[in-house]
Each structure stands twice: as C-alpha cells, then as structure tokens.
C-alpha cells in the first residue's frame, strides 16, 4: 500500500464514480476529472437532475457496489481519433469529444475499466496514468456538489462537479474527515458574524469588504507591528494614488498581461483620458525611486506601502475574506544591485519567518518558475531563478518547485503558512523582477561611474489583509490572543450594588489602553461571564463582589483555563501588559 502513489489512487477513484453517476443517471455527460490537492472532482452534465446530498449517498453506494467486481483499469491507445470523435459525437459526448478534438495529434487514449470476464464496463478520455485494479480503493467520501462552468468560462454551460476524496486508509480518511469537521467550526464566514467582525453587502458588492469594529481592532494591532517591523529592518513608508491613468499601465506591461483584471473608469466624453483603479502598487513605488538620483551607495532601497488594491473576480470565486475584489496588500518593493540580492531575498525570509513564529504558523516554500506567457529576456529569468535558489540554498531551505506558475514578469518564491489544523495557506511572496526597471528605464550609478539597471523585488508578508485576517480568524477559531483580542478584559459584577467599582476598573483600564468591556447587563453572572468567555471569546473576564471590594482584588476566569484565583488589580495590570507586549505568551496566571 505504501508504494501507491496517492494522486493516481484518487485519479482513479474519480473514473469509479464516473462510472456511478452513469450508472445511476444514463444522460450524464462526462467533462473533466482531475485528481486536485486534498482529493478529486468530477463534472457532469445531467440534464433535469439536480444532485443533491442524498444523491450523493447514493452514488457513494453504487461506487462501493462497483468496486466489490474487482475491476482492473487498462490504457487503451485510440488508433482511430476522428472515429472516436464521431463516435462520442454519437453518443451525445460533447465534452469528450471537444477534448479529443484538442488533443488529436498527442497520442490521445482512454482508459477502459474492465472486469474478471474482459468485459468494458466503462471508458473515459484519459492520459492516466491509473491503478492496474481497484482493489486499493477502500477509503474514499464523496463531500459536496457545485455548479462549475465549463471550462471556466461564464459564456459556457453550467455543469455540477462533485468534489470527493479518497486516502490509502480508513484512518487517513476519518483524520481528514475529522479536520473538515473542525474547519466548519472555524469557517470566518461564520464567525465573522457571530463575533462581529466583518460584512459584505450587495448595495457594495461582492468582494468588497465592511470591517466592523472588532475585526478593525485586530488590523490596527497588525499594522502597528507591521509599521514597527518596517522601520527597524530599514524600510520607508510611502503612499500612493488608488487611480492613475491608463498610460502608467501600458508602460508597465498590465493592460496587456492582467486587462481582464483591471477595473476602468467610465469616461464621460470621449476626448477625457482613461483612468483605471489600480491592480497593483509597483509602478507607483517605481514612479518614486525616479523621483531621484540613485547610486550604488543609496541601495538597497526597501520601499513599504499598506496599498489597497482592486482586482475583477468572478462573484461564483469570491468567499467571505479569503477572495475579496478590493484588499490591502501589505506590499514592498526593493530596488537592490545584483550583488545585494542574495542577501535581501535572505532579509525577507527572516522577515517571515520572524513574524510567522508570533502567530504560532509554521511554513512550506514553492519556487515557481518562467510560465509560458512571460515578458523579458530569457537570460534574465535564468539569473533571477538562479538568484532566489541560491538564496535559498545558502539557508539549507526545503522547497518545492513550481515548473511555469511564475510572475508574467518573473519568477517567486510561495510561502504557503499552516494553521493549527494543519491547512496551508498562500501567504508571503518574494517576486524578483528584471523587467519593470527596464520597461521604466530606471538606473542607479555604480561605483564604476557607469548607470546600471537595479535588480527590483516585489515582496508580500501577509499577502493581504483581508486574506490573511480570514486566515487567522480561522487559525484561532475566533479566540484571538490577549494582543490581538477585539475586547482583552471584561468586568462582570456580581450584583447591581457592585456597578460603581466595577465601572472605576473600567476606567483604570482604558487608561492603560487595556480595551475593556463592562457588562453590566441585567443577566445572570453567570450567564455573563459564560457568554463573554465562550461567545464573545474575550480572554480575561474579572468579577467584583464585596469580598474583592473589600480587598482590593479580582477575581480572574481565563477563557479556555476557567478559574485563576483573586489577584490585586495593579498585579493584574501588570501582567496583563507583559502579556501583551508578548504578542501571544499566557502571562496572567
């Protein structure tokens, strides 16, 4: 079992319940049916039927009924591809037969699944490769169905996929199932409307996003250590437009590599200049290297910007924060000659990597090279792939490679973060970038006297805000640490008698910058201090009676460690500042 390789198991589990769904349903028409990242899915189109979950159950049963015929997968070279396409043509499978019509001239083949008697019981288009048989296929769950365009396109035909999974084991597949459970516990959606945190309205449209004060709370913290960070590690922070005119974006290669992305602003006559919403800060921090004379002793130039940018998204992509049109990049560009660049790629993931540890996230790494829409020269990207491997190198780092997913512009470097249920997430991005300084004729004088061109990098720590606040709501289901916490400490009185010193504490710590709610509401006690540690998730409630008056204390409730015991308020206050300033250590105990 250990030497099959999990992709080609759940490849072939998703022609399994192709089988099914055409079983069940004789009209269905097959599309596509990739093996993706944590399982596979299928589209079909099913005329008159719409799948629902119980459908699901039902497919799930026949795949089992299938597999019990210990069936074998056999490659099949199509020796006669315009029969073929004449014959799926016939029988009604547009899709197949579109695909086939495509691939015609790369040695196109099925796979036919077949059964003790040699009989073919089912074939579709594929290039494989497949399991010999099914018997490994004993751990899988069909999960959900979704409308999916065909080919991606809105102008195509709705189709419905069905997203499954499969593991090499039941215990594989209950621990994956399990996670699932836990990460619909933590979904922000949810969470961003029992705690508060954020909307999205139709009247604004979709992906553009209402942060509400408790979610405005934790961004404020964020960019007041990302501000800090910035400046301690020799950045400057600059500012730049939210619209410039559309000939800064053909110089810098956009509108013809991201048009589609672009919004553009309707112009009244037709003699006005065409101004666009920007997609991206880089041209604008390039605008202000040119603003002066560069040498090669003023470099490295390490420019920061909290810009907010707007990309076009399909509304069937946008969720909650994670897909957003309008968000902040936390972004940075680093104008550096070519023998600082190993030593800034370094910087920045030292940068990350510091920062990751305060949020508890480790992290896996992806080198993603030329893609094959690419601008430049061709020496250019080799030195600039060579740059960041070498960075890399020198630091022992683990990383895969991504073969063409880079930058039109150059290749990158992904941080993908994982969260306490073990998810990874794209966060981090260093982009190393030879063609914009050239497109923008930007030079620095080297020690030689000659104008050189800099190297330029493009650099996200978070990503955005939006993603990475969806991310972390999701990390810390909710329950964010004391630092970052919407509301730090309530003050719950044990009758209505004790009000006025609870409000005195109040005010002592607001003074302190200690974000403090007092609830005073005509509830219970303990219904309050329940509902302020479990709903509102806020990590220190302190309760007043008269033995606490009397004494001078609180009594503490941690959220997640229940009782702590009495404590002098200046102790309290103290440690909870030390807790604080930790960005994430349990201080208060």
Known sequence: MENIDLQILRHSCSHIMAQAVQNLYPTAKLAIGPSIENGFYYDFDIEGVTLSEEDLTKIEDEMKRILKEDLTFEKYVIPDVEAQIAEFKAQGEIYKAELLEEHKNDNPTLYLTKNKQGETLFNDLCRGPHLENTRPIKAFKLLSVAGAYWRGDVKNKMLQRIYATAFLTKEDLKNYLTMLEEAKKRDHRKLGTALDLFSVR??????????HPNLAVVREEIENYWREEHRKRGYVIVNTPQIAKSKLWELSGHIDHYRENMFFI??????????IVKPMNCPFHILIYQANRHSYRSLPLRMAELGTVYRKEHSGALAGLTRVQGFTQDDAHI?????????????????????????????????????????????????????????????????????????????????????????????????????????????????????????MLHRVIFGSMERFHGILIEHYAGAF????????????????????????????????????????????????????????????????????????????????????????????????????????QEIVE
Not at 548 to 560: C, H, L, M, N, P
Request: charged letters at 35%.
């Open 335 to 455: 104008f550096c000659t070519p023998e600082q660049l190993v030593d800034e790629i370094n910087a920045i993931i030292d940068f990350v990597a510091d920062t990751m540890k305060i949020f508890k996230m480790d992290f896996e790494v992806e080198l993603s090279t030329r893609p094959e829409s690419f601008v430049g020269k061709i020496e250019n990207w080799n030195i600039a792939e060579n740059g960041l491997k070498e960075a890399m190198d020198k630091r022992n780092m683990k990383y895969e490679i991504n073969e063409g997913d880079g930058a039109f512009y150059g290749p990158k470097i992904d941080f993908k973060v994982k969260d306490a249920i073990g998810r990874t997430w794209q966060c981090a991005t260093i982009q190393l970038d030879f063609n914009l300084p050239e497109r923008f004729d930007i030079k620095y004088q080297d020690k030689d006297g000659e104008l050189k061109t800099p190297v």
């Open 481 to 584: 640490p004391t630092w970052l916490a919407p509301n730090q400490v309530a003050i719950v009185p044990i009758a209505e008698r004790h009000n006025d010193a609870c409000e005195a504490i109040y005010k002592k710590l607001r003074e302190k910058a200690v974000r403090t709610l007092f609830d005073d509401r005509q509830e219970s006690m303990n219904y309050k201090i329940r509902d302020c540690l479990q709903n509102k998730k806020i990590p220190y409630v302190l309760v007043l009676g008269d033995r606490e008056i009397e004494e001078g204390t609180v009594a503490i409730r941690a959220r997640g460690r229940g009782q702590i015991g009495t404590m002098k308020l200046d102790d309290f206050i103290t440690k909870l500042e030390k807790e604080i300033s930790s960005k994430g």
């Open 202 to 211: 139709e009247e604004i449209g979709g992906g553009l996003v209402l942060w």
């Open 266 to 275: 309707q112009k009244e006559n037709e003699e006005d200049e065409q101004y």
